[in-house]
């Protein structure tokens, strides 16, 4: 059966405007105008790629389409709708402040968050065996109140939610790879049971003050949320440890229904906004790994949802080694960079330690 693959145009004409990249542009402060780092390249140049190496011919396209008021609500306060319907003649930022979109930025977002909708029911209803969604803006970061960290709606959250009421699929384990802590859907879930929330992210870089080990979920959720803060400069062997080690047996312990992946392509050895050291073999390590996962635990059915990734060159060789493992093809495209024979890509003992404190908390899962 085939791999689902969710792109449009409109996804690339996500305005995030002028900026000095993460700043705004500013000639008193020495700013001087660029690109805000979410801008259409990364993900844009990723697609092109699949088209140009006939990957896509093994794919299964799925037409997003918008989500309606009625599903952001599932997840999201009317006032931050609101304040999103209100801005989107104009464009303007989504709640905190570096959250930039331009006239429409609304309609695109909901055609993300829409395709993510679209590429769970497919795998669902069986018309397609897994799938990819290559969705912008990204989600990871929104909360229920307000847009953050380039995310102007929770994509994943607002999917969960909604496929719920169509689908018998009680349990999503949702595990989140971007080099960011995924804030925005473990507070979702917070409390929630049926969502297993793992997040992988370097330890303290965004949000601010998140994503540490203690943070595990209150109420019937305590347990149900995962983290996993890694040291900067953790390469393959500390993704693969941490997935074999923490990923795989919260999984195995949790049972979900469907295995959901954030992916972002930070975490690679040439992203400008993370600081460590995954390579295309490294994402194909893990992509292999869950897709085992879900062979083994839900008839297969894994969605990976594309989340951050900012190194123009290199996002486009990560995620098609992703899409290339979700497809099983025999004869992977070859990754022209070769940073596999990085020094210390190998697990080294301050990350088997930070493993090690999440690998404790594995107890609180249970079904
Ligand atoms: C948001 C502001 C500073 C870091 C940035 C992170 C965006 C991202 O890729 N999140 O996953
Ligand atoms: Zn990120």
């Known amino acids: 059966m085939a791999t689902g693959y969710v792109y449009h145009e409109l996804f690339g004409w996500h305005d995030t405007g002028t900026q000095a990249q ?64 209100t801005a989107n003649p104009t464009g303007g930022d989504a709640g905190d402040g570096g959250t930039k979109f331009g006239p429409g930025g ?29 969705v912008r803006p990204p989600g990871h970061h929104a909360i229920p109140d307000s ?12 999917a969960i939610r909604s496929v719920r009421r169509t689908h018998d699929c009680k349990r999503v384990a949702v595990v989140d790879i971007d080099v ?33 080990v203690t943070e595990r979920g209150a109420g019937p959720g305590f347990g149900y949320t995962l983290n996993l803060p890694l040291p900067p400069g953790t390469g393959k062997g500390g993704y693969q440890e941490s997935i074999r080690r923490v990923v795989l047996p919260a ?12 992916a972002g392509y930070d975490a690679s050895a040439l992203d400008p906004l993370g600081r460590m050291m995954l390579t295309p073999g490294g994402y194909r390590d893990i992509t292999k790994a869950l897709v085992d996962a879900a062979n083994t ?24 080694a992703v899409v290339e493992e979700l497809v099983g093809v025999e004869k992977p495209f070859p990754d022209p960079f070769h940073f596999d024979r990085l020094g210390q890509q190998e697990l080294q003992p301050h990350q088997d330690a930070a493993i090690k404190a999440t690998e404790k908390l594995l107890v609180d899962i249970h079904h």
């Open 297 to 320: 635990l839900c008839g297969g059915r894994i969605v990976a949802v594309q989340e951050g990734g900012y190194a123009e060159a290199y996002v486009p060789f990560c995620l098609h």
């Open 22 to 85: 993460l700043l705004p542009a500013n000639v008193a402060q020495g700013l001087q105008p660029f690109h805000h780092y979410e801008y259409a390249e990364p993900k844009r140049r990723a697609h092109e790629l699949v088209v140009v190496t006939g990957l896509v011919d093994h794919l299964t396209r799925i037409a997003p389409r918008p989500a309606t008021d009625e599903e952001i609500l599932l997840v999201h306060t009317p006032h931050h709708l609101d304040r999103l319907v």
């Open 251 to 262: 999984l195995r312990r949790f049972r979900p229904d469907l295995i959901v992946v954030a």
């Open 106 to 134: 609304l309609d695109i977002a909901r055609l993300a968050a829409g395709g993510v909708i679209r590429a769970f029911d497919a795998v669902l209803d069986g018309s397609v065996r897994n799938a990819y969604a290559l």
């Open 180 to 212: 960011h802590h995924g804030n925005g859907t473990q507070t979702v879930f917070w409390e929630d049971p049926t969502v297993l929330a793992i997040s992988l992210h370097q330890d303290r870089m965004f949000p601010p003050d998140s994503g540490h």
């Open 147 to 158: 847009g953050m960290g380039f995310c102007l709606l929770a994509n994943i959250a607002i």
